[in-house]
């Protein structure tokens, strides 16, 4: 038998709860190399998939900036909470592709979900494990825009969410959106890859007077994400109007950088080396020795990755499936080089690591590649 179907707005919260689950995922273990060679077929082809998806799925690394970052807007979120009656500034979060944001943010939504159904089960009398089963109280609302999109279809993600009526007219469209967040007891919202709006051209005055309404919504803290959006809403419109709006929102915008790791210094350098024993921690290979990545392979790693994280979990998570494959499990210099990697850092790869191979081991700015 089964229960009643979802709506999508359902689906949209049960999707991000996953997400959320998937942070802490179930450690497979270590197992000898007898161990995996007695498994049936099945427990093997779950355990290939548990581990697999420990490593792809791991926690935030705090970094020095990642962890600066996250405690900055820990200590902004907790603010905002403490005066409720007041409107807020927009938390931004910005920087290329590929560093770290959207990680940073989901972890941060994660960490408030857990406290305000706390909070609120407190108040309440219940147990917490009772908010987190019913929809009435939704503290914390987490949208990734899927592509580009009008103020409008914004506001329609987020009623979807909230399993909220949407209104006709784009007026209506607001009002709904924040009637929904306010019954919901939302108190955070994230919207992620913030760039997708377009803050530009004749919506450019709509979607800068969309992240004001929010801004405005007292007891709401919201936090923008989004690819180099400090320098998007830096630059000037030629529109007068539009301009004043996106001068308005700036002056009430807490802005977080976030950029790839970088080497130039020994500091710099034992950091990443840092981060990959992390990594390596997470990986369930039966023949990997220690230090076969933060010691033998950090700087390929390095010139591979150009120190983002998202390629540089790309590039792990696919040797570590291409080590399980083939039967090596273990990740060497051949399984790294047929490991594919995202286009934009592939692009001068060959050239990076064949500098390394022949000693010719310079500073690398990712910045300015």
């Given at each position: 038998?089964?229960?009643?179907?979802?709506?999508?707005?359902?689906?949209?919260?049960?999707?991000?709860?996953?997400?959320?689950?998937?942070?802490n995922?179930?450690?497979?273990?270590?197992?000898?190399?007898?161990?995996?060679?007695?498994m049936?077929?099945?427990?093997?082809?779950?355990?290939?998939?548990?581990?697999?998806?420990?490593?792809?799925?791991?926690?935030?690394?705090?970094?020095?900036?990642?962890?600066?970052?996250?405690?900055?807007?820990?200590?902004?979120?907790?603010?905002?909470?403490?005066?409720?009656?007041e409107?807020?500034?927009?938390?931004l979060?910005?920087?290329?592709?590929?560093?770290?944001?959207?990680?940073?943010?989901?972890?941060?939504?994660?960490?408030?979900?857990?406290?305000?159904?706390?909070?609120?089960?407190?108040?309440?009398?219940?147990?917490?494990?009772?908010?987190?089963?019913?929809?009435?109280?939704?503290?914390?609302?987490?949208?990734?825009?899927?592509?580009?999109?009008?103020?409008?279809?914004?506001?329609?993600l987020?009623?979807?969410?909230?399993?909220?009526?949407?209104?006709?007219t784009?007026?209506?469209?607001?009002?709904?959106?924040?009637?929904?967040?306010?019954?919901?007891?939302?108190?955070?919202?994230?919207?992620?890859?913030?760039?997708?709006?377009?803050?530009?051209?004749?919506?450019?005055?709509?979607?800068?007077?969309?992240?004001?309404?929010?801004v405005?919504?007292?007891?709401?803290?919201?936090?923008?994400?989004?690819?180099?959006?400090?320098?998007?809403?830096?630059?000037?419109?030629?529109?007068?109007?539009?301009?004043?709006?996106?001068?308005?929102?700036?002056?009430?915008?807490?802005?977080f950088?976030?950029?790839?790791?970088?080497?130039?210094?020994?500091?710099?350098?034992?950091?990443?080396?840092?981060?990959?024993?992390?990594?390596?921690?997470?990986?369930?290979?039966?023949?990997?020795?220690?230090?076969?990545?933060?010691?033998?392979?950090?700087?390929?790693?390095?010139?591979?990755?150009?120190?983002?994280?998202?390629?540089?979990?790309?590039?792990?998570?696919?040797?570590?499936?291409?080590?399980?494959?083939?039967?090596?499990?273990?990740v060497?210099?051949?399984?790294?080089?047929?490991?594919?990697?995202?286009?934009?850092?592939?692009?001068?790869?060959?050239?990076?690591?064949?500098?390394?191979?022949?000693?010719?081991?310079q500073?690398?700015?990712?910045?300015?590649?």
């Open positions: 038998m089964t229960g009643p179907a979802l709506s999508r707005g359902g689906k949209m919260r049960r999707e991000w709860m996953r997400d959320v689950a998937q942070m995922a179930m450690d497979p273990g270590h197992v000898s190399a007898e161990d995996l060679a007695a049936t077929p099945l427990e093997r082809r779950r355990f290939d998939r548990a581990r697999r998806r420990f490593l792809k799925a791991g926690p935030l690394i705090f970094t020095s900036l990642a962890n600066d970052v996250f405690e900055q807007l820990q200590v902004a979120i907790k603010a905002d909470e403490a005066g409720s009656s409107s807020n500034d927009m938390l979060l910005s920087g290329p592709a590929g560093v770290g944001k959207s990680k940073i943010a989901n972890t941060l939504a994660a960490w408030w979900y857990y406290e305000c159904i706390h909070f609120e089960a407190d108040d309440r009398g219940v147990d917490p494990q009772s908010l987190m089963e019913f929809p009435d109280f939704v503290p914390v609302v987490r949208i990734s825009l899927p592509g580009a999109v009008t103020p409008r279809e914004l506001f329609e987020i009623c979807e969410f909230l399993d909220a009526p949407i209104g006709v784009i007026t209506n469209l607001r009002r709904a959106a924040e009637h929904a967040l306010r019954e919901a007891g939302t108190r955070l919202l994230v919207i992620d890859e913030v760039q997708a709006l377009r803050f530009e051209g004749k919506s450019s005055r709509d979607t800068h007077n969309t992240l004001r309404h929010f405005n919504m007292s007891g709401l803290t919201f936090v923008a994400v989004g690819h180099m959006m400090v320098e998007i809403l830096d630059k000037p419109l030629d529109d007068d109007q539009a301009d004043k709006t996106r001068v308005m929102l700036l002056e009430r915008t807490t802005s950088q976030v950029g790839p790791l970088l080497h130039g210094t020994e500091e710099r350098w034992n950091e990443w080396v840092d981060v990959l024993e992390i990594l390596e921690e997470r990986f369930r290979l039966v023949a990997a020795e220690p230090g076969w990545l933060s010691d033998t392979h950090a700087a390929y790693v390095y010139q591979t990755t150009l120190g983002y994280f998202k390629p540089l979990i790309s590039l792990l998570s696919r040797a570590n499936a291409l080590a399980i494959d083939t039967g090596k499990e273990a060497d210099r051949d399984i790294l080089d047929r490991s594919p990697i995202e286009r934009g850092k592939a692009v001068g790869r060959t050239r990076r690591v064949e500098m390394l191979d022949r000693g010719l081991w500073f690398i700015d990712p910045r300015n590649i």
